[in-house]
Nanobody, 123 residues
């Protein structure tokens, strides 16, 4: 069964850091782009970052550039999102998602989703 499981969320003060993990099972990570999305209450799900499978290209939404870093360990079938200098506006449920080969900013184009992990940043 194809599955993505996020972990690493929690409560942190503004300026703090968290590292989210996304572990995949049931399929080979190597051929999939992995994206991180987030959804705050009352808001649409938005793309945060993505790393492609074809050439390892990375993408970040403007609001997290310079603060978040995405990486992948194909041997462990795990992807990470290092989040530094967190702000209250980063508070949301964070989801990882997978689609073949290349990144997309559109959530509807991803085939597999995790259950989400809550990130709360206090001011």
């Amino acid at each position: 069964q194809l599955q993505l499981v996020e972990s690493g969320g929690g409560l942190v003060q503004a300026g703090g850091s968290l590292r989210l993990s996304c572990a995949a099972s049931g399929f080979s990570f190597d051929y999939y782009a992995i994206g991180w999305f987030r959804q705050a209450p009352g808001k649409e799900r938005e793309g945060v970052s993505c790393i492609s499978s074809s050439d390892g290209s990375t993408y970040y939404t403007d609001s997290v550039k310079g603060r978040f870093t995405i990486s992948r360990d194909n041997a462990k079938n795990t992807m990470y999102l290092q989040m530094n200098s967190l702000k209250p506006e980063d508070t949301a449920v964070y989801y990882c998602a997978a689609r073949l080969l290349d990144c997309s900013r559109w959530p509807g184009l991803y085939d597999y989703w995790g259950q989400g992990t809550q990130v709360t940043v206090s001011s």
